[in-house]
Protein backbone atom coordinates (compact mmCIF):
# COMPACT_ATOMS: atom_id res chain seq x y z
CA UNK A 1 0.00 0.00 0.00
CA UNK A 2 2.72 2.43 0.71
CA UNK A 3 4.58 1.35 -1.92
CA UNK A 4 2.03 2.31 -4.55
CA UNK A 5 1.36 5.41 -2.68
CA UNK A 6 4.52 5.99 -3.54
CA UNK A 7 3.91 6.27 -6.76
CA UNK A 8 2.69 9.71 -8.30
CA UNK A 9 2.48 12.01 -11.25
CA UNK A 10 4.70 14.76 -12.22
CA UNK A 11 3.37 15.60 -16.08
CA UNK A 12 0.65 17.39 -16.71
CA UNK A 13 -1.75 14.63 -17.11
CA UNK A 14 -1.65 14.94 -13.00
CA UNK A 15 -2.74 18.38 -12.91
CA UNK A 16 -5.56 17.60 -15.47
CA UNK A 17 -9.13 16.86 -14.56
CA UNK A 18 -9.92 13.63 -12.67
CA UNK A 19 -13.16 13.47 -14.17
CA UNK A 20 -11.89 13.56 -17.80
CA UNK A 21 -9.48 11.23 -17.11
CA UNK A 22 -11.42 8.58 -15.93
CA UNK A 23 -14.26 9.41 -18.95
CA UNK A 24 -11.16 9.08 -21.28
CA UNK A 25 -9.63 6.06 -19.92
CA UNK A 26 -13.28 4.12 -19.74
CA UNK A 27 -13.48 4.99 -23.70
CA UNK A 28 -10.17 4.35 -24.46
CA UNK A 29 -10.15 0.95 -23.07
CA UNK A 30 -13.60 -0.20 -24.77
CA UNK A 31 -12.11 0.95 -28.40
CA UNK A 32 -8.62 -0.83 -27.50
CA UNK A 33 -10.42 -4.03 -26.21
CA UNK A 34 -12.91 -4.42 -29.38
CA UNK A 35 -10.69 -2.82 -32.17
CA UNK A 36 -8.90 -4.97 -35.41
CA UNK A 37 -5.50 -5.68 -36.26
CA UNK A 38 -1.81 -5.36 -35.41
CA UNK A 39 -1.84 -1.77 -36.82
CA UNK A 40 -4.49 -0.12 -34.63
CA UNK A 41 -3.08 -2.11 -32.26
CA UNK A 42 0.31 -0.74 -32.18
CA UNK A 43 -0.98 2.56 -32.93
CA UNK A 44 -2.85 2.30 -29.41
CA UNK A 45 0.09 0.91 -27.88
CA UNK A 46 1.84 4.20 -28.82
CA UNK A 47 -1.10 6.29 -27.61
CA UNK A 48 -0.81 4.76 -24.26
CA UNK A 49 2.63 5.62 -24.20
CA UNK A 50 2.40 9.24 -24.88
CA UNK A 51 -0.08 9.04 -21.76
CA UNK A 52 2.62 7.74 -19.48
CA UNK A 53 4.88 10.45 -20.81
CA UNK A 54 2.16 13.13 -19.72
CA UNK A 55 1.93 11.16 -16.56
CA UNK A 56 5.73 11.14 -15.93
CA UNK A 57 5.78 9.19 -13.08
CA UNK A 58 7.84 9.77 -10.04
CA UNK A 59 9.71 6.51 -10.10
CA UNK A 60 9.91 5.52 -13.70
CA UNK A 61 11.56 2.16 -12.65
CA UNK A 62 8.74 1.24 -9.56
CA UNK A 63 6.32 2.17 -12.42
CA UNK A 64 7.47 0.03 -14.95
CA UNK A 65 7.38 -2.71 -12.49
CA UNK A 66 4.22 -2.68 -11.49
CA UNK A 67 2.94 -2.13 -15.17
CA UNK A 68 4.91 -5.52 -15.81
CA UNK A 69 3.75 -7.27 -13.08
CA UNK A 70 -0.26 -6.41 -14.03
CA UNK A 71 0.76 -7.88 -17.62
CA UNK A 72 2.31 -10.93 -16.32
CA UNK A 73 -1.23 -12.87 -17.06
CA UNK A 74 0.19 -12.82 -20.22
CA UNK A 75 2.04 -15.47 -20.25
CA UNK A 76 -0.62 -18.33 -19.68
CA UNK A 77 -1.73 -17.04 -22.82
CA UNK A 78 1.99 -17.34 -24.42
CA UNK A 79 1.86 -20.75 -22.85
CA UNK A 80 -2.07 -21.67 -24.95
CA UNK A 81 -2.29 -19.55 -27.75
CA UNK A 82 0.12 -20.24 -30.21
CA UNK A 83 -0.35 -23.73 -30.49
CA UNK A 84 -2.14 -25.58 -33.14
CA UNK A 85 -4.25 -27.21 -30.28
CA UNK A 86 -5.36 -23.35 -30.18
CA UNK A 87 -5.08 -21.91 -33.09
CA UNK A 88 -5.45 -23.91 -36.10
CA UNK A 89 -3.28 -22.84 -39.01
CA UNK A 90 0.26 -22.76 -40.55
CA UNK A 91 2.53 -24.60 -38.81
CA UNK A 92 6.03 -22.11 -38.43
CA UNK A 93 7.47 -24.06 -35.63
CA UNK A 94 7.56 -27.38 -34.08
CA UNK A 95 8.50 -29.44 -30.94
CA UNK A 96 7.64 -32.95 -31.02
CA UNK A 97 3.84 -32.75 -30.40
CA UNK A 98 3.58 -28.78 -30.22
CA UNK A 99 3.36 -27.22 -33.54
CA UNK A 100 2.93 -23.42 -33.01
CA UNK A 101 1.08 -21.95 -36.35
CA UNK A 102 1.59 -18.54 -37.54
CA UNK A 103 -1.79 -17.94 -37.29
CA UNK A 104 -1.94 -18.27 -33.51
CA UNK A 105 1.49 -16.21 -33.39
CA UNK A 106 0.11 -13.03 -34.74
CA UNK A 107 -3.05 -13.15 -32.39
CA UNK A 108 -0.85 -14.12 -29.19
CA UNK A 109 0.75 -10.60 -30.12
CA UNK A 110 -2.27 -8.73 -31.23
CA UNK A 111 -3.55 -9.30 -27.22
CA UNK A 112 -0.51 -8.85 -25.92
CA UNK A 113 -0.50 -5.26 -27.63
CA UNK A 114 -3.74 -4.49 -26.61
CA UNK A 115 -3.20 -5.63 -23.05
CA UNK A 116 -0.22 -3.83 -22.55
CA UNK A 117 -1.86 -0.70 -24.05
CA UNK A 118 -4.89 -0.70 -21.76
CA UNK A 119 -3.11 -1.83 -18.57
CA UNK A 120 -0.55 1.64 -19.58
CA UNK A 121 -3.18 3.73 -19.79
CA UNK A 122 -5.28 2.55 -16.59
CA UNK A 123 -1.76 2.94 -14.67
CA UNK A 124 -0.97 6.14 -16.42
CA UNK A 125 -4.20 7.47 -14.75
CA UNK A 126 -4.65 6.17 -12.13
CA UNK A 127 -0.98 6.97 -10.94
CA UNK A 128 -1.22 10.42 -11.86
CA UNK A 129 -4.66 10.97 -10.29
CA UNK A 130 -3.71 9.27 -6.35
CA UNK A 131 -6.37 7.10 -5.12
CA UNK A 132 -8.18 9.62 -3.06
CA UNK A 133 -8.99 11.76 -5.77
CA UNK A 134 -9.92 9.11 -7.93
CA UNK A 135 -12.59 8.93 -5.87
CA UNK A 136 -13.82 11.68 -5.26
CA UNK A 137 -13.96 12.28 -9.07
CA UNK A 138 -15.99 9.20 -9.53
CA UNK A 139 -18.06 10.62 -6.90
CA UNK A 140 -18.38 13.95 -8.92
CA UNK A 141 -19.18 11.15 -11.92
CA UNK A 142 -22.80 10.14 -10.62
CA UNK A 143 -21.01 7.29 -8.31
CA UNK A 144 -23.11 6.32 -5.06
CA UNK A 145 -21.87 8.26 -1.95
CA UNK A 146 -22.09 5.46 0.31
CA UNK A 147 -20.07 3.21 -2.24
CA UNK A 148 -17.48 5.93 -2.69
CA UNK A 149 -16.95 6.34 1.10
CA UNK A 150 -16.55 2.48 1.89
CA UNK A 151 -13.81 2.44 -0.83
CA UNK A 152 -12.03 5.17 0.69
CA UNK A 153 -12.55 3.88 4.53
CA UNK A 154 -10.87 1.00 3.02
CA UNK A 155 -8.49 2.29 1.41
CA UNK A 156 -7.47 4.11 4.91
CA UNK A 157 -7.58 1.20 6.92
CA UNK A 158 -6.04 -1.63 4.65
CA UNK A 159 -2.38 -0.67 6.18
CA UNK A 160 -3.74 -0.43 9.80
CA UNK A 161 -5.63 -3.72 9.49
CA UNK A 162 -2.23 -4.94 7.83
CA UNK A 163 -0.25 -3.85 10.81
CA UNK A 164 -2.29 -5.80 13.08
CA UNK A 165 -1.68 -8.59 11.22
CA UNK A 166 1.76 -8.29 11.13
CA UNK A 167 1.74 -7.93 14.91
CA UNK A 168 -0.18 -11.13 15.63
CA UNK A 169 1.54 -13.02 13.16
CA UNK A 170 4.95 -11.88 14.73
CA UNK A 171 3.50 -12.90 18.13
CA UNK A 172 2.78 -16.55 16.76
CA UNK A 173 6.42 -16.55 15.63
CA UNK A 174 7.99 -15.58 18.52
CA UNK A 175 6.08 -18.78 20.12
CA UNK A 176 7.53 -21.14 17.78
CA UNK A 177 4.73 -21.07 15.02
CA UNK A 178 5.62 -22.75 11.40
CA UNK A 179 3.20 -23.16 9.00
CA UNK A 180 2.91 -27.02 8.27
CA UNK A 181 0.33 -29.41 6.64
CA UNK A 182 -1.12 -29.86 9.94
CA UNK A 183 -4.93 -29.51 11.73
CA UNK A 184 -3.07 -27.65 14.24
CA UNK A 185 -1.60 -25.14 11.48
CA UNK A 186 -4.88 -24.76 9.82
CA UNK A 187 -6.40 -24.02 13.38
CA UNK A 188 -3.83 -21.62 14.25
CA UNK A 189 -4.52 -19.41 10.44
CA UNK A 190 -8.48 -19.78 11.49
CA UNK A 191 -7.75 -18.34 14.45
CA UNK A 192 -5.78 -15.75 13.24
CA UNK A 193 -8.24 -14.61 10.64
CA UNK A 194 -11.14 -14.66 12.84
CA UNK A 195 -9.21 -12.38 15.30
CA UNK A 196 -8.63 -10.19 12.48
CA UNK A 197 -12.44 -9.99 12.13
CA UNK A 198 -13.49 -9.39 15.58
CA UNK A 199 -10.71 -6.72 15.70
CA UNK A 200 -11.67 -5.02 12.38
CA UNK A 201 -15.21 -4.97 13.89
CA UNK A 202 -14.12 -3.32 17.10
CA UNK A 203 -12.33 -0.78 15.01
CA UNK A 204 -14.86 -0.20 13.06
CA UNK A 205 -16.71 0.80 16.21
CA UNK A 206 -14.98 2.85 17.28
CA UNK A 207 -14.02 4.81 14.25
CA UNK A 208 -17.92 5.56 14.06
CA UNK A 209 -17.65 6.68 17.53
CA UNK A 210 -14.98 8.73 16.53
CA UNK A 211 -16.46 10.57 13.62
CA UNK A 212 -19.97 11.07 16.15
CA UNK A 213 -18.18 12.71 18.46
CA UNK A 214 -17.33 14.99 15.71
CA UNK A 215 -20.92 15.70 14.83
CA UNK A 216 -21.16 13.53 11.65
CA UNK A 217 -24.78 13.03 10.95
CA UNK A 218 -23.93 10.37 8.11
CA UNK A 219 -22.25 13.02 5.47
CA UNK A 220 -18.59 12.04 3.86
CA UNK A 221 -17.15 15.33 2.28
CA UNK A 222 -16.06 14.01 -0.82
CA UNK A 223 -16.70 16.72 -3.33
CA UNK A 224 -14.06 18.96 -4.13
CA UNK A 225 -14.17 22.33 -6.57
CA UNK A 226 -13.63 20.84 -9.99
CA UNK A 227 -13.18 23.26 -12.99
CA UNK A 228 -12.26 22.61 -16.13
CA UNK A 229 -9.18 24.17 -17.83
CA UNK A 230 -7.89 25.42 -21.17
CA UNK A 231 -5.24 22.03 -20.48
CA UNK A 232 -7.99 19.63 -20.29
CA UNK A 233 -9.99 21.11 -23.21
CA UNK A 234 -6.32 20.58 -24.71
CA UNK A 235 -5.89 17.09 -22.98
CA UNK A 236 -9.86 15.69 -24.23
CA UNK A 237 -9.19 17.28 -27.67
CA UNK A 238 -5.58 15.16 -28.21
CA UNK A 239 -7.03 11.91 -26.73
CA UNK A 240 -10.46 11.97 -28.91
CA UNK A 241 -8.15 12.62 -31.91
CA UNK A 242 -5.93 9.89 -31.05
CA UNK A 243 -9.18 7.83 -30.51
CA UNK A 244 -10.44 8.37 -33.81
CA UNK A 245 -7.27 7.53 -35.85
CA UNK A 246 -6.15 4.44 -33.45
CA UNK A 247 -10.29 3.43 -35.02
CA UNK A 248 -9.95 4.59 -38.36
CA UNK A 249 -6.40 2.59 -38.83
CA UNK A 250 -8.85 -0.62 -37.44
CA UNK A 251 -12.06 -0.21 -39.51
CA UNK A 252 -11.77 2.76 -41.68
CA UNK A 253 -10.84 0.57 -44.85
CA UNK A 254 -13.22 -1.47 -44.50
CA UNK A 255 -16.60 -0.20 -45.03
CA UNK B 1 -23.25 30.65 39.77
CA UNK B 2 -21.87 29.33 36.97
CA UNK B 3 -22.48 26.05 35.38
CA UNK B 4 -20.75 23.08 35.36
CA UNK B 5 -19.76 21.61 32.02
CA UNK B 6 -20.68 18.15 33.13
CA UNK B 7 -22.58 16.64 35.91
CA UNK B 8 -22.80 12.99 36.13
CA UNK B 9 -24.85 11.83 39.02
CA UNK B 10 -25.67 8.10 40.83
CA UNK B 11 -24.53 6.34 37.10
CA UNK B 12 -25.69 3.00 36.95
CA UNK B 13 -23.87 0.92 34.37
CA UNK B 14 -23.09 -3.03 34.06
CA UNK B 15 -21.84 -4.96 30.80
CA UNK B 16 -24.03 -7.96 30.31
CA UNK B 17 -23.47 -10.92 32.36
CA UNK B 18 -21.33 -8.89 34.57
CA UNK B 19 -21.29 -7.02 37.49
CA UNK B 20 -22.30 -4.04 37.83
CA UNK B 21 -18.85 -1.27 36.61
CA UNK B 22 -20.66 1.88 37.68
CA UNK B 23 -22.46 1.65 40.81
CA UNK B 24 -23.50 5.38 41.19
CA UNK B 25 -20.92 7.45 39.81
CA UNK B 26 -20.75 11.41 40.39
CA UNK B 27 -18.49 13.47 38.31
CA UNK B 28 -18.44 17.48 37.55
CA UNK B 29 -16.22 19.43 35.56
CA UNK B 30 -16.31 23.01 35.90
CA UNK B 31 -15.44 25.51 33.39
CA UNK B 32 -11.76 25.55 35.25
CA UNK B 33 -11.26 22.51 35.77
CA UNK B 34 -8.28 20.68 34.99
CA UNK B 35 -9.27 16.72 36.35
CA UNK B 36 -7.37 13.59 36.10
CA UNK B 37 -9.29 10.90 36.63
CA UNK B 38 -7.18 7.61 37.11
CA UNK B 39 -8.55 4.16 38.76
CA UNK B 40 -7.26 0.43 38.00
CA UNK B 41 -7.88 -1.41 34.67
CA UNK B 42 -11.43 -2.48 34.16
CA UNK B 43 -12.69 0.45 37.05
CA UNK B 44 -15.02 1.80 34.65
CA UNK B 45 -13.03 4.80 33.38
CA UNK B 46 -13.42 4.38 29.37
CA UNK B 47 -17.07 3.30 29.94
CA UNK B 48 -17.65 6.80 31.94
CA UNK B 49 -16.15 8.72 29.21
CA UNK B 50 -18.72 7.14 26.64
CA UNK B 51 -21.45 7.55 29.16
CA UNK B 52 -21.02 11.33 28.48
CA UNK B 53 -20.10 11.23 24.98
CA UNK B 54 -23.83 9.29 25.00
CA UNK B 55 -21.78 6.43 23.19
CA UNK B 56 -23.70 3.96 25.54
CA UNK B 57 -26.76 4.71 27.95
CA UNK B 58 -26.47 4.36 31.99
CA UNK B 59 -28.76 1.63 33.68
CA UNK B 60 -29.59 4.17 36.02
CA UNK B 61 -28.95 8.15 36.71
CA UNK B 62 -28.73 11.60 35.15
CA UNK B 63 -26.43 12.89 32.50
CA UNK B 64 -26.17 16.91 32.21
CA UNK B 65 -23.89 17.96 29.24
CA UNK B 66 -23.59 21.94 29.58
CA UNK B 67 -26.42 22.24 31.43
CA UNK B 68 -28.79 20.43 29.27
CA UNK B 69 -29.66 16.71 30.62
CA UNK B 70 -29.43 13.93 27.91
CA UNK B 71 -31.14 10.94 27.71
CA UNK B 72 -31.61 9.96 24.04
CA UNK B 73 -29.09 10.33 20.96
CA UNK B 74 -30.86 13.53 19.70
CA UNK B 75 -29.94 15.06 22.81
CA UNK B 76 -26.24 14.53 22.16
CA UNK B 77 -25.72 15.04 18.48
CA UNK B 78 -25.41 19.27 18.77
CA UNK B 79 -23.32 18.61 22.58
CA UNK B 80 -20.69 15.92 21.58
CA UNK B 81 -18.65 18.75 19.11
CA UNK B 82 -18.43 20.87 21.85
CA UNK B 83 -16.80 18.16 24.31
CA UNK B 84 -13.23 17.62 22.14
CA UNK B 85 -13.14 14.28 22.69
CA UNK B 86 -9.85 12.80 22.18
CA UNK B 87 -9.41 8.82 21.67
CA UNK B 88 -6.97 6.53 23.32
CA UNK B 89 -5.71 5.38 19.37
CA UNK B 90 -4.94 7.81 17.04
CA UNK B 91 -5.80 5.44 14.07
CA UNK B 92 -9.99 5.49 15.20
CA UNK B 93 -10.03 9.22 15.37
CA UNK B 94 -8.25 10.21 11.48
CA UNK B 95 -10.01 8.14 9.01
CA UNK B 96 -9.42 10.37 6.03
CA UNK B 97 -6.58 10.25 3.92
CA UNK B 98 -4.85 13.17 4.48
CA UNK B 99 -4.22 15.18 7.51
CA UNK B 100 -5.97 18.87 6.05
CA UNK B 101 -9.35 16.90 5.25
CA UNK B 102 -9.15 14.88 8.88
CA UNK B 103 -9.35 18.21 10.25
CA UNK B 104 -12.40 19.75 8.31
CA UNK B 105 -14.27 17.12 8.54
CA UNK B 106 -15.55 18.15 11.76
CA UNK B 107 -16.47 22.21 10.89
CA UNK B 108 -17.92 20.73 7.87
CA UNK B 109 -20.52 18.26 9.80
CA UNK B 110 -20.93 21.52 11.61
CA UNK B 111 -21.88 23.42 8.66
CA UNK B 112 -18.53 25.36 7.80
CA UNK B 113 -18.63 26.00 4.27
CA UNK B 114 -15.20 24.31 2.56
CA UNK B 115 -13.73 28.23 2.34
CA UNK B 116 -14.06 28.44 6.55
CA UNK B 117 -13.19 24.96 7.09
CA UNK B 118 -10.10 25.62 5.38
CA UNK B 119 -9.09 28.21 7.60
CA UNK B 120 -9.89 26.47 10.44
CA UNK B 121 -7.24 23.78 9.36
CA UNK B 122 -4.37 26.27 8.77
CA UNK B 123 -5.42 27.97 12.04
CA UNK B 124 -5.48 24.35 13.98
CA UNK B 125 -2.26 23.29 12.42
CA UNK B 126 -0.22 26.79 12.94
CA UNK B 127 -1.38 26.32 16.58
CA UNK B 128 -0.21 22.78 17.29
CA UNK B 129 3.11 24.01 15.58
CA UNK B 130 2.11 21.64 12.24
CA UNK B 131 2.63 24.42 9.42
CA UNK B 132 2.47 22.51 5.79
CA UNK B 133 0.88 19.34 7.16
CA UNK B 134 -2.32 19.16 5.32
CA UNK B 135 -1.65 17.50 2.44
CA UNK B 136 0.31 14.87 4.51
CA UNK B 137 -1.01 11.45 4.37
CA UNK B 138 -2.26 10.22 7.83
CA UNK B 139 -0.85 6.79 7.88
CA UNK B 140 2.90 7.69 6.86
CA UNK B 141 2.87 9.91 10.12
CA UNK B 142 4.69 9.27 13.29
CA UNK B 143 2.75 8.45 16.42
CA UNK B 144 3.22 11.72 18.01
CA UNK B 145 2.28 13.68 15.19
CA UNK B 146 -0.86 11.35 14.67
CA UNK B 147 -1.56 12.08 17.63
CA UNK B 148 -1.45 15.62 17.73
CA UNK B 149 -3.69 15.48 14.82
CA UNK B 150 -6.29 13.71 16.47
CA UNK B 151 -6.18 16.87 18.77
CA UNK B 152 -6.25 18.92 16.37
CA UNK B 153 -9.23 17.24 15.09
CA UNK B 154 -10.64 17.96 18.63
CA UNK B 155 -9.45 21.53 18.32
CA UNK B 156 -10.77 22.16 15.18
CA UNK B 157 -14.74 21.78 16.32
CA UNK B 158 -13.79 24.77 18.99
CA UNK B 159 -14.91 22.97 21.72
CA UNK B 160 -15.55 24.22 25.21
CA UNK B 161 -13.43 21.65 26.86
CA UNK B 162 -10.97 18.61 26.10
CA UNK B 163 -11.81 14.69 27.08
CA UNK B 164 -8.34 12.74 26.60
CA UNK B 165 -8.78 9.41 26.99
CA UNK B 166 -5.20 8.04 27.64
CA UNK B 167 -3.15 10.21 25.87
CA UNK B 168 0.09 8.95 26.60
CA UNK B 169 -0.07 5.56 25.44
CA UNK B 170 2.52 4.34 22.98
CA UNK B 171 4.17 8.00 23.18
CA UNK B 172 7.92 8.68 23.45
CA UNK B 173 8.51 11.53 26.03
CA UNK B 174 9.25 14.00 23.37
CA UNK B 175 5.80 13.92 21.98
CA UNK B 176 4.49 13.66 25.32
CA UNK B 177 6.18 16.86 25.90
CA UNK B 178 4.22 18.67 22.55
CA UNK B 179 1.42 17.50 23.16
CA UNK B 180 1.77 18.71 27.09
CA UNK B 181 2.14 22.10 25.76
CA UNK B 182 -0.48 21.73 23.21
CA UNK B 183 -2.66 21.10 25.85
CA UNK B 184 -1.93 23.59 27.61
CA UNK B 185 -1.87 26.49 25.29
CA UNK B 186 -5.50 26.03 24.30
CA UNK B 187 -6.35 27.06 28.02
CA UNK B 188 -9.49 24.98 28.06
CA UNK B 189 -10.57 23.14 30.65
CA UNK B 190 -9.92 19.35 30.56
CA UNK B 191 -10.38 15.88 32.01
CA UNK B 192 -8.03 13.41 31.52
CA UNK B 193 -7.99 9.55 31.71
CA UNK B 194 -4.44 8.05 32.49
CA UNK B 195 -2.83 5.65 34.38
CA UNK B 196 0.81 7.95 33.43
CA UNK B 197 1.18 9.89 37.29
CA UNK B 198 4.08 11.78 36.02
CA UNK B 199 2.09 13.29 33.20
CA UNK B 200 -1.35 14.04 35.17
CA UNK B 201 1.60 15.36 37.90
CA UNK B 202 2.38 18.31 35.46
CA UNK B 203 -0.94 18.42 33.85
CA UNK B 204 -3.89 18.41 36.47
CA UNK B 205 -5.11 20.11 39.63
CA UNK B 206 -7.04 17.70 41.23
CA UNK B 207 -7.82 13.82 41.15
CA UNK B 208 -10.32 11.65 40.85
CA UNK B 209 -10.45 7.88 41.61
CA UNK B 210 -12.88 5.79 40.56
CA UNK B 211 -13.01 2.62 43.37
CA UNK B 212 -15.60 0.17 43.34
CA UNK B 213 -17.67 2.03 40.66
CA UNK B 214 -17.91 5.70 42.67
CA UNK B 215 -15.65 8.72 42.12
CA UNK B 216 -13.56 9.76 45.13
CA UNK B 217 -11.28 12.24 45.58
CA UNK B 218 -7.35 11.21 45.46
Not at chain 1, 99 to 107: D, F, I, Q, S, V
Not at chain 2, 15 to 42: A, E, F, K, M, Q
Not at chain 2, 187 to 206: C, K, N, T, W, Y
Request: charged share 20%.
Amino acid sequence: MSHASALSGRGPLARADSRLKIVGLVVWSALLAVLEGRRAATAGLAGSLALILLCSPSRPRAFFKTLLLANSFLLFIWLALPFSFSVPGRVVWSWGPLKATAEGLALSAELSVKALAITSAAMAVTVSTGAFELLSAVRALGAPEKLAAMTALMLRYIQVVGQEYGRLTAAMKVRGFRPRASLHCLRSWANLAGMLLVRGLDRGERVRAAMLCRGWRGKFFLERERTFKRLDAFLGLAWALAAAATAYLSWGGVS
Amino acid sequence: MTEPLIRLAGLKFGYPGRPDVLRGLDLTVWPDSRLGLVGPNGCGKTTALSIIMGLIKPREGRVEILGRECRREADFLDLRPQLGFVFQDADDQLFCPTVGEDLAFGPLNLGASRAQAAEIVQETLQTLGLEGFGPRVTYDLSGGEKKLVALGTALALKPKMLILDEPTTFLDRRSIGRLETAVKATGLPFLIVSHDQDFLDRMVEARLIIEEGQTRPL
